[in-house]
């Protein structure tokens, strides 16, 4: 599964794995993927040092990457405290009535809940940059819009391929116009926050947008023949998510949550904008129905909704509540049938891959070639 892309990376297969989890990233860079780091847990830098060390060592010398996120839109000056305040009571009330009825217990005096929202800020994307230049990244990638022109010379300075999702054509020429390397184009049925254009349809538009920019393909990818599919589509390598979520690399601190997305099918996931007031794909839980009924109050913008809901969440994912637990994943969840390690996935993956294109080949007339 070798691109003009994989090539000039130095990888193996053209298969890049986004992941919040350290050991996961590395057993992808060490399966002859690329490993891409999410930042946006990390609020602290010391953390996001700690864990991009640990990376440099297991790593196993191949390339990695780091995604953060830089809203597109730039807030001065606004603290975490000030958009507190912008939280309405009755969506507080929300919440803690939504709690109650499953009997959810309250962290415990001092717990800080372990999602805020200042991994959105810029100030805080701009330090974990500081950090990530000083480790040998190889890809920088940026999840809600075009990366800023300086971060874009940063990053070209260092010899970082930068890399930007798009949701629609439109979005990736504006990531063209901004300089930047790679597109990532991103379709309806991944996990996290999504457009509403399908991968069979948003792939070949990309391709065509941006050309001769290489596009990856992201979205309900999980098989060979999927990669296979991307591939022809005109995508230069994909960009997986959903899938690592089972590895047994993953750390989801959760047994009950594993257990859910094991058994999930690929109808069991909604977009809804429950988690971060954008739509983001995730597990369709009694928390998402509650946030989509009509009758509550319905969600707020971002990043209002991040910060209410954070503590929530905490509570939810501590004490395992099951009927509200959840996680952003994509319809490929209904694959993840059997926890396996990062190293079976890319067997899967390639044995897969080289039997759909035999398959087209045979199509084709071309057997036995
Ligand atoms: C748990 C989870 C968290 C995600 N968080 C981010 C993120 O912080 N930044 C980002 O660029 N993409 C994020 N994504 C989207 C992935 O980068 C990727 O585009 C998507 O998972 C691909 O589709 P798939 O889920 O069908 O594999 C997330 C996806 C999942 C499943």
Partial sequence: MQTELSRKLGIE???????????????????????????????????????????????????????????????????????????????????????????????????????????????????????????????????????????????????????????????????????????????????????????????????????????????????????????SLGAQGVWLGSIWLTTTEADLHSPALTRKLLAAGSGDTVRSRALTGKPARQLRTEWTDAWDDPAGPGTLPMPLQGLLVAEAVSRIQKYEVEPLLGTPVGQIVGRMTGERSVQAVFDDLTRGFEEAVDRINRIAGRSGQ
């Fill in 13 to 231: 297969h053209a298969v890049f794995g986004f992941t919040p989890f350290p050991a996961v990233a590395a057993a992808i860079s060490r399966a002859g993927g690329l490993g891409v780091l999410g930042a946006v847990r990390y609020t602290a830098p010391d953390e996001l040092r700690r864990d991009l060390d640990w990376l440099d060592a297991h790593a196993g010398g191949h390339p990695y990457g780091l995604d953060v996120v830089m809203p597109a839109k730039k807030v001065e000056g606004v603290t975490e405290a000030d958009v507190e305040a912008m939280i309405p009571p009755a969506h507080r009330r929300f919440v803690e009535d939504t709690l109650a009825r499953h009997g959810v217990p309250g962290l415990a005096e001092g717990e800080a809940s372990g999602w805020r929202i200042t991994g959105w800020m810029e100030q805080v994307a701009r330090t974990q940059l500081d950090v990530a230049f000083d480790h040998p990244i190889r890809l920088l990638a940026n999840a809600l819009g075009s990366p800023p022109a300086d971060v874009v010379r940063r990053a070209h300075d260092r010899g970082v391929l930068v890399a930007a999702l798009a949701g629609s054509a439109r979005h990736a020429r504006k990531h063209r116009e901004a300089g930047i390397d790679i597109v990532v184009a991103q379709g309806y049925e991944a996990g996290g926050h999504t457009g509403e254009i399908a991968t069979m349809v948003l792939t070949p538009e990309v391709v065509a947008a941006v050309d001769p920019l290489p596009v990856l393909a992201a979205g309900g990818i999980g098989s060979g023949p999927q990669v296979a599919a991307a591939l």
